[in-house]
């Protein structure tokens, strides 16, 4: 009687443990029936999860899908699986650990962000913004694509203080990165843009950066066969589908795809206890507990919203709505991915993590922290940063044209 409680109870917290959700979380926004099969024909095609895990080495093999997502307890959900005794051990583990009460002011990164419903994803479209995000040809000079300054082999930015555009122009402010951007609220620095599609428009056009205007960049895709045809199987049914709305409709829902759902901060919240370091379980505690969760909450760590800091001359939020109330007050930026994308702060002014959080600490909490403090929570900030999508990753064969 005793034993049969014991498996009872064994395997009900397997049940309920970490990987209850995890094919909600971690999956289902790509496995939607558009992107990628959805869980039903999944499950009709794989009979077993020896399959299904067959299935999906294959898919992250060729990059199709980030190759550290938690498929196993995926998998374990979707099939069952002798997941009970694996899982009860770092139940065991996690509930003792005096760490794990502070877990619930954090929230697991979803694979994807809101999809509009006026852009759905498709892979035609995403395979078109892939494209447009590394083709330098929408800039005026021919030189400048996204990529150039949102790097995504240098974790979405440029690493400068201050991008470069066109002509060796530069607008004074930092470049964020595009990794999760499809998280955040609004976007820029001062929150002038509210959704990706109308924050691509800006970059575009704007003469620090790629100097181009709606009909320079019309024209030069149309020019290219190739473009024309991969339009038309991204927007179906457009009489006319290459227009200025559709370029930036695709460059959006392709960065809706440049998501970080594997970091160690990520697999700690979805149960694995060995993901940080003591160290960096340290640094979260404080993070709570200074308060730094107040503005640096939610999936991204941004809660979204406008706060004061007073640093030099750009007045931020001011320049938008010219509210006397807005001077200086700056959007809350993400912190996924932070500790490989210095230099920091809207004016890329400070290079050292370390600096920027005992910067933070003062400025925003009124507290001054000892170094070791601020070590500690740069070790969990470094705990943050995930793995980029192969797919997204791997530069795109562009079409040529006939120079003009
Ligand atoms: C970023 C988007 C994305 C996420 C997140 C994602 N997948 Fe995928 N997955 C894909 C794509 C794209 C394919 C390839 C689909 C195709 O070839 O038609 C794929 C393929 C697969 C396949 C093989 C399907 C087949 O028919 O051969 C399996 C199994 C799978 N994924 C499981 C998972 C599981 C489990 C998770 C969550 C732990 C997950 N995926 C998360 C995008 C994603
Ligand atoms: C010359 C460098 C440069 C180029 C080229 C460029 N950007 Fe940016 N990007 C920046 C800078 C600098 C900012 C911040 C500006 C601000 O907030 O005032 C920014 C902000 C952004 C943001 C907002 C992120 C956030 O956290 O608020 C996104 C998204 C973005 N760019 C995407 C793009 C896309 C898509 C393209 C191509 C169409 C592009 N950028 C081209 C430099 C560049
Ligand atoms: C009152 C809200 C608020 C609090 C509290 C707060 N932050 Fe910030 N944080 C911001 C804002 C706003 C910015 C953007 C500042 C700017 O304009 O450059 C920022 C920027 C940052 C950056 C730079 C990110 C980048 O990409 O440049 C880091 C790192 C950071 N915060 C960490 C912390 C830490 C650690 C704490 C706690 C010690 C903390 N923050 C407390 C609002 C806050």
């Not at 122009?169 to 109308?198: C, H």
């Not at 200086?328 to 050292?352: E, I, W």
Request: hydrophobic share 35%; net charge positive; with cysteine.
């Amino acid at each position: 009687m005793k034993k049969l409680l014991t498996v009872l109870t064994l395997t009900l917290t397997g049940v309920l443990s970490a990987n209850a959700g995890t094919w909600e979380l971690s999956c289902s926004g790509c496995h939607n029936g558009s992107l990628a099969p959805t869980k039903t024909t999944l499950l009709k095609k794989y009979h077993s999860k020896r399959e299904f895990l067959a299935a999906v080495r294959k898919a992250t093999e060729v990059g199709k899908m980030p190759s550290s997502l938690p498929f196993e307890s995926a998998a374990d959900e979707l099939y069952g699986g002798k997941t009970a005794e694996t899982n009860t051990t770092s139940k065991a583990t996690t509930s003792s650990d005096e760490y794990s009460k502070y877990k619930r002011f954090f929230k697991p990164l979803p694979a994807l962000p809101k999809i509009p419903a006026d852009n759905p994803l498709t892979p035609e479209k995403v395979k078109l913004g892939k494209m447009l995000y590394y083709d330098p040809r929408l800039s005026r000079s021919k030189l400048i694509s996204c990529n150039t300054c949102h790097n995504l082999s240098l974790g979405g930015d440029d690493n400068q203080k201050s991008s470069i555009g066109h002509r060796w122009r530069t607008g004074g402010r930092n470049a964020p990165t595009t990794l999760n951007s499809g998280f955040l609220r609004v976007q820029f620095w001062d929150g002038r843009a509210p959704t990706l599609e109308e924050q691509a428009k800006g970059p575009l056009q704007a003469h620090v950066e790629m100097n181009s205007t709606p009909k320079i960049v019309v024209r030069r895709l149309k020019e290219i066969p190739e473009y024309v045809e991969l339009f038309k199987k991204a927007f179906p049914g457009e009489k006319d589908p290459v227009t200025f709305e559709n370029v930036v409709k695709a460059i959006a829902a392709f960065e809706r795809t440049l998501n970080t759902p594997n970091s160690p901060f990520q697999r700690y919240l979805l149960g694995d206890d060995s993901a940080l370091t003591k160290e960096q379980k340290e640094g979260m505690k404080l993070f709570v507990k200074y308060g730094c969760i107040a503005c640096h909450n939610g999936p991204v760590l941004s809660d979204g919203q406008f706060h004061k800091f007073k640093w030099n001359k750009d007045l931020g939020r001011y320049r938008v709505t010219k509210n006397p109330k807005d001077k200086y007050m700056f959007r809350t930026p993400q912190l996924l991915n932070v500790a490989v994308t210095a230099p920091y702060f809207h004016d890329g002014s400070v290079n050292s993590l370390e600096e920027a959080v005992k910067i933070m600490a003062r400025k925003e909490l009124g507290k001054e922290i000892s170094n070791e403090d601020a070590k500690k929570i740069a070790d969990f900030l470094r705990s943050l940063t995930g793995e980029v999508p192969l797919e997204a990753r791997v530069l795109p064969q562009l079409p040529g044209n006939n120079p003009e």
